[in-house]
C-alpha cells in the first residue's frame, strides 16, 4: 500500500591495470630457438592464506576461472545454500543483508509496539502503533467491514463526474487508479518541481503482461485470482466471473495505451509538460477540475504527462464505459492494495497466486517480516533514525567516502585515455562528474523526515495504513512549486542498494548496504574495491549510461555531446546490447539488451573504473598482500563476484527477465568480466578461453 517513486533513480539492484604482477599470456610471445612453453597458468595454492573478506567456502577451486568464474567465485555457496521457502531468490549479497537488517528492525519496532524504545525517540508512537497493528492477526480478521466500507465510499461511479471524484479520493488515499500522480523535477528545468501523472493501475507486473503471446497462462492465472478475492468479498461465483472478465479488459485497455519498459528509458518520451490547461484540453471528457479537487489539491497547474495518448484514452473510457464496470475496476484497486490489511483468507489467495504465477516462493513470509517490510516502507526514516543509531559506523562513512574519491579520480583519468572524447565533451563530462561526487549522500540523511502531522492509533491497521499513505501523497503534492529539495533521500537507510539520481545529478549510498559482504571493515582493500567499489563505480557510471547521458550537470534533459562524440558513443552501447541480447536468461527467455542497456554499462564500466582505483590505491601500499593465496587483481574480482552469490526459482528469474532492467546475477558477473583486459590478466586466461570475448566481440564503453 504504498506509492512507488515517480523519480526516474537508477539503483543497483547492481584500461588496463597498472598491476605488473602477471602479463596475460597472449601477449608473452613463445622464447626464440626454443619450443615454444605451455603458457602460464593459474593455479591456486592451498597453502597460502585466504584474504581477510573472501570466502573460501563459497568458492569452488576445482572449477576453471576462465571457463566460467562465476561458478569458480560461487560455485560452494551455489552447491549448499537452498533458497529460504518464502523467498523467491536467495543471495549472498543482498538478502542475506537483508534478513540480518530485517532482525534488527524487527528488534525496534517490537520496543516500539510495547512502548520501550529509549524515551525521546522520535516518531515512536507512530512506530509502535503500525507496527502493533501490522502484527494483530485476529485484528486483520475483524477488517473487513472496514474495508467495504471505504470501498463503498468511492465505488458508487454513475458518470464521469463521479468517476473523477472516486479517482481521485483514491489517489489522495494512495490507491493508483488508471494512473498515478506524484512530483517530479520538471525533465528540462530541473530546478522546478512539477506534478506528475504517469500510467498506472495495473494488477500485473506490466503492460506486456496482458499483451504478450506467452503470458497467456499467467494471464489466465490472474484472472481466477481476480475472481476469488471477489468471491472472498462475498460476491456470488457467477457475478465474481463477470466481473474479472471486467477488470481484465479494462486493465488491458489500459495496457495496451502504456508506454512499454523499453520506451520509458528514454527521457524525451516522458517529456510532455502540458500543465493543467493542455490537460484539460486534451482529455477533456474527464472532468479535470472535480478529479483535482476530490485529490486535495485543487489548484495545481504545473502538470507533465509520462504519455499524451495514454490520458486520451482515459478520457475515452470516462466517456464510454458502464459505471458498473467502473465499479468493478475500483473495487478491484482497492481490494488488491488492501491485501496486507484483510484477514489470511486473502492474503492466502494473494500468496498463491504470486506463487504460481510470478515468484515461485514455496510460502508466505511471517506476518512479522511482511509487517518490517511495510513499516519500512511507510515510516522509512522513523525506523532508519533508529537503525543507524544502532547498526551504523561512522568509520563506514569516511572509508566509503575515500573510495567514491578513489572512484571520481578513477574515471578522470580513464576519461583522458579515451581516443573518441573531443575536448568540449571531456569537459562536460568532467564537470557532471565532479558534482555528482561532490553531491554524494552516504549512509543517511542529514535532515530526518518529520512524521509529526501522522496520526496513528491502535485502532486498526488499515485505518494506520490509510493515514501513512495519505500523509505521503501530501507530503508529495506539497513539494510542488516549491524549491528542489536536495536533503532528500529516496531510499531508507537500511535498504540494501544504492542509487543515482539523473535529475539531482547525485549518487547514494544507505547504511543497509555498507556492510559485508558489500563492504567488510576486516577485508582487504581489493575486496572491498571488489564489492563495493565496483558499486560506486556502477553508480557513477548510470551517469553516463544510454540514459544517464541525456541528463546535463544540472540535471537537465539537454543533448552536451558534440555529435561526434555522441555516434561514437551509440555504437559502443550497441556492442553491449548485442552481447546481453545473446545471453539466455533461462530456459528459452534471452536477456533483453535493450531493457537491461543503461545498468550493463553501469557494470562493465563500475568495475572497469574500481578496478583501475585499486591499483592506484595500492601503489602507496606496495607490500599489502605479500604471502596471500590470491593477489590483489584476484582478490578484487573474487571480492566482486562473491558479493553477486544469487539462487532463483525459475519463475522468478522469468518475472525478472521480463522486467528487471538488470541482467540475471550469474550474467552480471560473466558480462563484464569477459570483456576486461584486467581480469584476462588476473588468471592468465588464454584468448580462447569460454569467459575471454575477443576482437570485435569486446565492449567498452566507458
Ligand atoms: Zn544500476
Not at 507512530?126 to 467495504?148: F, H, I, M, N
Not at 523535477?185 to 501523472?197: G, H, P, R, T, Y
Not at 466481473?243 to 517529456?271: C, F, G, I
Not at 486498526?460 to 493515514?467: I, P, R, V
Request: net charge neutral; glycine share 6%.
Amino acid at each position: 500500500m504504498r506509492l512507488r517513486s515517480l523519480s526516474l533513480v537508477l539503483a543497483l539492484a547492481g584500461c588496463a591495470t597498472q598491476e605488473q604482477a602477471q602479463k596475460a599470456p597472449v601477449a608473452s610471445p613463445p622464447p626464440a630457438e626454443k619450443a615454444p612453453a605451455a603458457p602460464p597458468k593459474f593455479t591456486v595454492d592451498l597453502s597460502k592464506p585466504m584474504p581477510a573478506g573472501l570466502d573460501e567456502k563459497a568458492m569452488d577451486v576445482k572449477a576453471d576461472p576462465c571457463a566460467d568464474f562465476y561458478q569458480f567465485a560461487c560455485g560452494g555457496w551455489m552447491a549448499t545454500t537452498e533458497i529460504p521457502a518464502d523467498r523467491p531468490l536467495y543471495s549472498r549479497g543482498f538478502v542475506s543483508i537483508q534478513d540480518r537488517n530485517e532482525q534488527l528492525l524487527k528488534t525496534i519496532l517490537d520496543e516500539a509496539a510495547a512502548s520501550t524504545l529509549p524515551a525521546g525517540t522520535p516518531f515512536a508512537k507512530q512506530l509502535g502503533d503500525y507496527y502493533a497493528t501490522c502484527v494483530d492477526e485476529p485484528g486483520l480478521e475483524k477488517a473487513l467491514p472496514e474495508v467495504k466500507k471505504f470501498v463503498d465510499q468511492v465505488a458508487k461511479v454513475k458518470d464521469a463526474r463521479s468517476l473523477a471524484a472516486s479517482v481521485g479520493t483514491l489517489h489522495a488515499a494512495g490507491y493508483r487508479a488508471f494512473f498515478e500522480v506524484g512530483a517530479i523535477q520538471d525533465l528540462k528545468n530541473s530546478s522546478e518541481v512539477i506534478a506528475m501523472l504517469d500510467q498506472s493501475g495495473l494488477g500485473l507486473p506490466d503492460r506486456d503482461y496482458y499483451v504478450d503471446a506467452d503470458k497467456q497462462s499467467v494471464r489466465e492465472l490472474y484472472k481466477s485470482h481476480v475472481e476469488a478475492m471477489f468471491g472472498l468479498l462475498g460476491i456470488e461465483a457467477k457475478l465474481a466471473q463477470r466481473k474479472a472478465d471486467e477488470v481484465m479488459a479494462l486493465e488491458t485497455r489500459l495496457a495496451k495505451v502504456s508506454q512499454t519498459k523499453v520506451e520509458r528509458r528514454d527521457p524525451n518520451k516522458l517529456y510532455n509538460r502540458v500543465d493543467r490547461k493542455g490537460l484539460v484540453e486534451k482529455a477533456k471528457d474527464f472532468p479535470w477540475d472535480v478529479y483535482f479537487t476530490a485529490l486535495g489539491a485543487k489548484d495545481l497547474s504545473a502538470i507533465n504527462v509520462n504519455s499524451v495518448p495514454y490520458f486520451v484514452e482515459l478520457a475515452a473510457i470516462a466517456k464510454d464505459t458502464k459505471p458498473e464496470q467502473l465499479n468493478t475496476y475500483l473495487t478491484w484497486v482497492v481490494l488488491r492494495a488492501s491485501t496486507p490489511a484483510l484477514p489470511k483468507a486473502f492474503q492466502d489467495e494473494a500468496f498463491a497466486f504470486s506463487s504460481k504465477a510470478l515468484t515461485g516462493a514455496k510460502a508466505d513470509r511471517a506476518r512479522w517480516k511482511k509487517c518490517v517490510a511495510f513499516a519500512d516502507g511507510d515510516l522509512g526514516e522513523a525506523l532508519g533514525r533508529e537503525f543507524v543509531r544502532r547498526a551504523f559506523g561512522e568509520d563506514g562513512k569516511a572509508r566509503t567516502n575515500a573510495m567514491v574519491e578513489a572512484l571520481q579520480r578513477s574515471f578522470e583519468k580513464n576519461l583522458g585515455q579515451l581516443a573518441w572524447f573531443d575536448e568540449p565533451t571531456k569537459k562536460a563530462a568532467l564537470e557532471k562528474v565532479g558534482r555528482m561526487v561532490g553531491n554524494n549522500k552516504i549512509g543517511y540523511p542529514t535532515v530526518w523526515r518529520d512524521y509529526g502531522s501522522l496520526a496513528t492509533s491502535r485502532a486498526s491497521f488499515f485505518a494506520n495504513s490509510l493515514a501513512a499513505n495519505r500523509f505521503e501523497v501530501k507530503r508529495q503534492l506539497a513539494k510542488v512549486g516549491k524549491p528542489v529539495d536536495r536533503t532528500e533521500w529516496l531510499m531508507s537507510a537500511s535498504t540494501v542498494n544504492a542509487y543515482y539520481d539523473p535529475q539531482k545529478n547525485e549518487i547514494v549510498f544507505p547504511a543497509g548496504i555498507l556492510q559485508p559482504p558489500f563492504f567488510n571493515r576486516d577485508a582487504t582493500d581489493a575486496v572491498n574495491f571488489g564489492s563495493m567499489g565496483m558499486v560506486v563505480g556502477h553508480e557513477i557510471t548510470h551517469g553516463f549510461d544510454d540514459e544517464g547521458r541525456q541528463f546535463d550537470v544540472d540535471g537537465n534533459v539537454k543533448d552536451w555531446w558534440s555529435p561526434a562524440v555522441g555516434k561514437a558513443f551509440v555504437e559502443k552501447a550497441e556492442c553491449v546490447k548485442k552481447q546481453y541480447d545473446a545471453y539466455v536468461a533461462i530456459d528459452e527467455i534471452k536477456v533483453k539488451g535493450d531493457l537491461t542497456l543503461g545498468e550493463n554499462i553501469a557494470d562493465l564500466g563500475g568495475l572497469k573504473l574500481a578496478h583501475a582505483a585499486m591499483a592506484d590505491w595500492y601503489t602507496k601500499k606496495p607490500e599489502a598482500d605479500v604471502g596471500s593465496r590470491f593477489t590483489r587483481s584476484q582478490q578484487f574480482f573474487l571480492g566482486f563476484a562473491q558479493s553477486w552469490c544469487t539462487k532463483m526459482r525459475p519463475e522468478m528469474a522469468k518475472l525478472r527477465a521480463a522486467t528487471d532492467p538488470h541482467a540475471p546475477p550469474f550474467l552480471r558477473v560473466k558480462g563484464p568480466l569477459g570483456n576486461l583486459d584486467a581480469f584476462q590478466q588476473a588468471f592468465m586466461c588464454p584468448s580462447s578461453a569460454p569467459m575471454i570475448r575477443n576482437g570485435a566481440e569486446r565492449c567498452v564503453v566507458w
